[in-house]
């Protein structure tokens, strides 16, 4: 099974944008990611462990249904505003990048207008879930989109663009805690500083894809900042990972099963600095994937502790 001529080279073959997406359709769906699921699974698995280490400190047997819910909605809508909005400010960038040339907006499939008006209607589903919360966490989403508008910039004034994706990405860690409690405390913040960590670690994997073409263009990124010692590099940071998870989890007085998913955590983190080859690009886009289920991991970890510790 082969991808289509227009398929970006990210997407899964045969994905079902692909598939049975009508025509009119598929240059807005692969503009939203919908044909790359991993984007919004990243996005919201720190929304998840939040809710679900909430429901420990709070001596709940389960996260709240309904906030888990909302919280993947949110998660697909506005990564799909985040990444139209990325794509709109990067649209030049992209045509000079083999393999971003082909996104819609850079190949012309989309045009900056109709852009514009796909992003407000993904951020008005995005709003409609977000205000479904307490008045302490509408307030503490709407911050973060400082953070998510300064991103698509980054990458042209510091080697360091995956620490602002860290902040955009990482900041359902704070949403989680903050939707059941009304406010946050260490425990959220060190979730969300290990998440930060985390991001960091997994978009170096990810960049890692880009470094020729990025230097021609003057994109910079810590895949190219790190250099040959990339793979030590990511290591360092998923380390600092599991260190503030596990400070997040002893905040939050979680027990052993939320700590052997850390430790199952860690074991997946090793996995995938020992078999990644840098030089590969199909090897880093498979680790850079593969995070997904470290987020299951964790995730799986937390709602047994919460299920099974009284």
Not at 104 to 110: E, F, K, N, Q, R
Request: net charge positive; with cysteine.
């Amino acid at each position: 099974m082969t991808a289509r001529a227009d398929s970006l080279p990210d997407a899964a073959p045969r994905n079902w944008v692909d598939r049975h997406a009508p025509g009119w359709l598929r240059p807005y769906a692969r503009l939203a990611r919908w044909d790359r699921p991993i984007g919004w699974w990243l996005l919201l698995w720190p929304c998840w462990w939040s809710a679900a280490l909430a429901a420990i400190a709070a001596g709940r047997s389960f996260p709240v249904l309904w906030h888990l819910a909302f919280f993947l909605v949110g998660a697909i809508a506005m990564r799909g505003a985040g990444c139209t909005y990325n794509d709109f400010i990067d649209r030049d960038l992209d045509a000079q990048v083999a393999r971003t040339r082909m996104r819609p907006i850079a190949s012309g499939a989309v045009s900056a207008r109709q852009a514009a008006v796909f992003l407000v209607l993904q951020a008005l589903v995005g709003l409609a879930v977000l205000l479904q919360f307490n008045a302490f966490t509408i307030w503490l989403g709407l911050a973060s989109l400082l953070v998510v508008a300064f991103y698509p910039f980054a990458k042209r004034v510091t080697d360091w663009p995956q620490v602002v994706l860290g902040f955009a990405f990482s900041w359902g860690a704070l949403m989680g805690w903050a939707a059941l409690f009304g406010g946050l405390g260490f425990a959220p913040l060190a979730l969300y500083a290990g998440a930060i960590a985390w991001t960091i670690g997994y978009d170096t994997i990810y960049a890692l894809q880009d470094r020729e073409d990025d230097a021609v263009v003057g994109v910079r990124s810590t895949a190219r900042l790190f250099g040959g010692r990339a793979r030590l590099g990511i290591a360092l940071f998923f380390a600092l990972a599991i260190l503030l998870f596990g400070l997040a989890f002893v905040a939050a007085d979680a027990g052993i099963f939320a700590f052997g998913g850390l430790a199952a955590a860690a074991a997946h983190f090793a996995w995938q600095v020992a078999t990644l080859d840098p030089r590969d690009t199909a090897s880093a886009l498979r680790r850079f994937k593969a995070n997904s289920t470290t987020g299951w991991i964790l995730f799986v970890g937390l709602l047994l502790d919460a299920a099974l510790r009284f």
